[in-house]
């Protein structure tokens, strides 16, 4: 269930990578408010795991993703789930304001939890996910599919890690999406549902600056948002930025917005510089415009010259299979804890100190 014009329903395909067999890692799905679950359990089965039951309150949206998965077991409730000792892992994408609740859940009845981004739409809701994973020891793996499911966006970080341009100073993201309003559901236009266009989107880009930095911990130095195109949607955000100075002294600068233009040919033209000591990447992650409609492009100046790399079915998705191991295994190796719930924390503080900006004409 692809589709390059809109960001709601993309959801990539890889190539398998299994790191279990038939039948070891068995997982449900609830909650099927947004497209993302279907990336999401694109990326898990291609790992090795067994989509094995669904469910969402809404037969025609659980009609269609049974279409795309099939085979899968429809359940009459989510204690149906709950209650089945084989499945390991829950993974959901229900409105962003039920996300937290949906978690707690989850682990009440001893599931690990796998949900998209935002996980939380309040620092409340954060917290109570942090007592619930101290209390259980289960993990709360979170979606960040901007750079855990583009292949140019994974390989700018194994070339940070081999120190390709030396130490990160300073990381760039922008993160247009194109709104489809007239294909969106209501809650999408309600920041008390979605948490806000900092918390929503801007959590892809927080989560890449702490992942290309290395940081630990970071501050929120200015944030603002506006709406300026959709005045029918009171409270609606469609343009957010925001600055932030990392605990190693890296910085960064986010720029997100539902403002992609229809002439286009992709959901949206989402870019990432990262500049270091020595050399530095940009990434265009969906399409480079005017050149080339396929996405997955990396650049890399260094002291030798510039190269392209088109990384388009060449890196593949490692998260997926590195965190059903984490499960299975207690380690921490595709994401820690932490860091997750970090990343989410410092979205709902941008987000939480935003200037709202007035816009006229």
Known sequence: MTDRRDGMHYAPKGKPNR?????????????????????????????????????????????????????????RSEQEIFQDPAIRLVAGACIPSQRG???LRVQDHGKHFFVDKPAFTTLGQLELAR???????????????ERLHV??????????????????????????????PAGRPAWFFDPKQTGGILCD??????EQFLAYT??????????????????????????????????????????????TPDGLGTWGDGRTIILGTDRYIELRKYIDIARDASGDHLYLVNHEGERHFHCAGKVGYPYFGQFILDILNGTETAMTQEYAFKAAELSLEAQRRAMRIETTG
Request: charged share 20%.
């Open 101 to 103: 609740a949906l978690g």
């Open 214 to 259: 290395g940081a630990r911990d970071a501050k929120v130095l200015h944030s603002k948002v506006g709406n300026y195109r959709f005045r029918d949607y009171p409270g609606f955000e469609d343009f957010g930025d925001a600055t932030l100075a990392a605990d190693n002294g890296a910085t960064f600068y986010f720029r997100v917005d539902w403002l």
């Open 131 to 145: 007592a619930k994973v101290a209390e259980t020891g289960l993990k709360w793996g979170i979606y960040y599919s």
């Open 151 to 180: 292949e140019c966006a994974v390989f700018a970080g194994q070339l940070v890690e081999e120190g390709a341009i030396g130490r990160v100073v300073q990381v760039i993201g922008t993160g247009p999406h194109r709104a489809n």
């Open 19 to 75: 790191v279990v067999g038939p039948g070891e890692f068995k997982f449900a799905a609830i909650g099927l408010d947004h497209g993302h679950i279907y990336g999401m359990c694109n990326g898990l089965i291609e790992a090795g795991a067994e989509l094995v039951t669904v469910y969402d309150p809404d037969p025609a949206k659980v009609e269609r993703f049974v279409a795309a998965f099939p085979g899968t077991k429809v359940a």
């Open 201 to 206: 989107i801007g959590s892809h880009q927080i």
